[in-house]
């Protein structure tokens, strides 16, 4: 029996998974996975179809393409599709005790806390913070002139992530210390450290330096606000009340874990996709008045940016949706196979690492027409190509470990957005870029410059 020919749990042989051609001794499809993974992937489904297998060194891979194959990877249980073995990597960011660190069902209590801080009273708060933080990164602008777009995005999306998730305190020293120290944690997330996170590269060591100085931070506000007395309605707040439902509460280092792990998930992937819908609006002029228009009838008789005009814009939504079809941050999501898996006929054999790749199944062309193209259109009636299948678009994820902070994340976009296009018009001044895969998030490849200049009318939302 080959290595894919496995017995199946009725006894029978299951149909053998194909093989991508071009693996070689040792490295399998290392090469050519470093050099284009998306392009790589996309061959898997185009040569192969649903299901296919590969080899990164020593690691066997099956990649599941396609709305079916994603109804079956994100269905499985976790004792038989494991995430924790597959972001091991993940660990020293962040920190023991926490997220991929200990069992499924402690993590999901640790995750279960994020809850309160995403329901509508505390988003209708982080509208306006969301509405500040951009209102004064646009204030230091002045008339014209041009930027990297992707540097703004990121320290934008720190200080609204901060000032919402973490706390004032934690935004007050954003520029002092913290800003430094969150890029370095996230410098060591790369490919090597996938498959060796302990070993001791500078960009490990630089990792570690800057989690212990995160952790330091988060642990001076919350002693601060102990000895102080103060309760802030935040979520820093809600986990140093917190308990698990065993009755114990947390202690510092889970606690400081855990706003790490909710900072470190939805900072950098909505900075990157803040990006990715800038550079795409700005080459589609259409695109551009279709949303400005939208902002006039929904803010023209209170021009307050709140919660529910945010709602209310979904031509700037298909923007999003159509951002996060063909820019996913997150392009390829693994786990580990604990029990084999069925599926159309092929088993998938345990210690296999499954992976689905949002990046090539969003442009599926059974799917989405014309697939390359910038269409946001494509979600708006009667052609409603997103709702075809509930696992057609995959950027959030999808069952148990679908993206908690979707919601917290596409207010953002739309906030950021709404704000900048009312005061500015913007132009790319480069190439229309390149995906960055040098990075677990998939960004544009720097440099990303963009001119703006400040519109006559603006400032008519407040
Ligand atoms: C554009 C922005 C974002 C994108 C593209 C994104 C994407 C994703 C994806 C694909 C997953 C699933 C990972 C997997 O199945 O392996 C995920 C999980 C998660 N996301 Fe997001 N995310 C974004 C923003 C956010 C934000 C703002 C937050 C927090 C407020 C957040 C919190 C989480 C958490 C906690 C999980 C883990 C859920 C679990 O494993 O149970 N994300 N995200």
Redo the contacts with the bound molecule.
């Keep these: 029996m080959t290595e894919a020919t496995v017995a199946n749990h009725n006894g029978s042989s299951a149909a053998s998974i194909p093989e991508l051609s071009g693996g070689r001794p040792l490295i399998g499809h290392l090469r050519e996975f470093l050099k284009d993974p998306v392009g790589m992937l996309d061959r898997c489904w185009r040569d192969h179809g649903d299901l296919v297998r590969f080899r990164l060194g020593t690691r066997k891979f099956v990649l599941f393409t396609g709305p079916e194959a994603h109804d079956c990877y994100f269905r499985a249980p976790e004792e038989q599709l494991d995430?924790r073995a597959g972001y091991q990597f993940t660990v020293p960011i962040f920190g023991r005790g926490v997220a991929y660190d200990v069992e499924p069902e402690i993590m999901?209590e640790q995750?279960g806390f994020?809850y309160p801080a995403?329901r509508d009273a505390s988003m209708r708060r982080y509208a306006r913070i969301m509405y500040e933080e951009t209102s004064a990164f646009a204030d230091t602008l002045g008339e014209d002139g041009t930027i990297d777009l992707p540097l703004h995005m990121n320290e934008l999306t720190v200080k609204i992530a901060s000032r919402c998730?973490l706390g004032q305190e934690v935004r007050d020293q954003v520029d002092s210390g913290f800003a430094e120290a969150y890029h370095d944690l996230e410098g060591g997330i790369n490919l090597l450290g996938f498959f060796a996170p302990k070993l001791p590269i500078p960009a490990h060591v630089r990792r570690d330096r800057a989690r212990r100085k995160i952790s330091k931070i988060l642990l001076e506000v919350m002693s601060e606000r102990r000895r102080c007395g103060t309760a802030t309605d935040d979520f820093m707040q809600t986990l140093m009340e917190a308990r698990y439902n065993d009755g114990r509460t947390l202690d510092d280092e889970e606690a400081t874990g855990i706003l790490v792990?909710?900072l470190f998930?939805?900072q950098h992937?909505?900075a990157v996709?803040a990006t990715w819908i800038g550079v795409e609006m700005f080459r589609d002029h259409d695109c551009v008045t279709r949303v400005r228009n939208e902002m006039q009838e929904v803010y023209s008789e209170d021009g307050a940016l709140s919660l529910a005009g945010l709602n209310k814009q979904s031509a700037l939504g298909r923007v999003v949706r159509e951002c996060e079809r063909l820019h996913?941050?997150?392009i390829i999501?693994i786990r580990k196979v604990i029990e084999p898996l069925q599926y159309a006929g092929h088993t998938v054999p345990s210690g296999t690492m499954a992976a689905v790749c949002s990046a090539s199944s969003h442009r599926l062309p059974h799917l989405f027409s014309d697939p390359h193209r910038f269409d946001p259109e494509r979600f708006a009636d009667p052609r409603n190509e997103g709702d075809q299948h509930k696992y057609a678009l995959i950027?959030?994820?999808g069952g148990?470990?679908?993206?908690?902070?979707?919601k917290?994340?596409l207010l953002q976009l739309k906030a950021i957005w709404t704000v900048l296009l009312d005061r500015f018009d913007f132009e790319l001044d480069t190439e229309f870029p390149a995906p960055n895969y040098g990075s677990w998030v998939t960004g544009p490849k720097l440099p990303c410059r963009v001119r703006y200049r400040r519109r006559s009318q603006a400032n008519t939302i407040s």
Excluded: V, Y
């Design positions: 995430a999901a995750l994020l995403l998730l792990t909710t998930a939805g992937t909505s996709l996913p941050p997150l999501l950027g959030f994820g148990k470990h679908r993206c908690m902070g979707e917290f994340a």
